[in-house]
């Protein structure tokens, strides 16, 4: 699977191979509700707080004698029944609201919504976005350029969510030059995740080769690195017994 790489100009530079294991897998939508859903609770920060009757200052005295009031039995005014008493079955904020998702889960479901998104030609691939120094007009004139592209005219024109830049380091000049405009987003590559990449329209990646590696490392390389030793390990093992077999083998050939 091949893509196109543009400049800062948009004009074509050369072409990039996609891993099929990234930027090639069928659309799984009930994965990615399941991270998305996963993600967002655990981003969730509850808020809402409301103050029981053991929360609620006073009510130590008993409102009146049990018997001979003629009225109904009260323990205390701060009973949810009262007015300015506690509330009952309202919000807590020590609600935890957070959902387990496995690093496999979350790894699939990015690279499947990353081939989503390739499909539907919303990926633009640009070999390097340099500004020497911060300047709005230099950020508008990249995406007057980026969006020259076919397929990307809507790149300045949407409103809203229009487009996340990814870098592949910290660039101060890149970040502070597209922060005066709302529908443009940017970030390190190393930090996106499902929900980042759902919520814009367009994904621009610089510096595609060191990203791409990046992002098939979110897989491959803690699971070869974890297995290895594990590997070398029972060869050892292997190797012992046979070696045992061996000695244990001669060793009834020279009592016979």
Known sequence: MESKIYNQ?????????LPDSVFGLS?????VHQVVVAMQSNSRTPVAHTKDRSDVRGGGKKPWKQKGTGRARHGSSRSPIWVGGGVAHGPRNEKDYKKKINKKMSAKALYTVLSEKLRNGEIIFVDS????????SDAKNTLKSLSGISGFEMLLKKRNNATLITTIGKDLNIYKSFSNFNNIATQEFRNINTVDVLNY??????????????VVSKLGSKKSEKEEPKKVENEKKSESVAK???KDKVGDSKEK
């Open 27 to 31: 659309w799984n939508g009930d994965l």
């Open 9 to 17: 100009s948009g004009k074509e530079t050369g072409k990039i191979t």
């Open 201 to 214: 329209k367009y994904l621009v990646i610089t510096e595609p080769k060191e990203s791409i590696e990046f």
């Open 129 to 136: 976005l340099k500004f020497d120094s911060i300047k709005t």
């Open 244 to 246: 045992k077999d061996v």
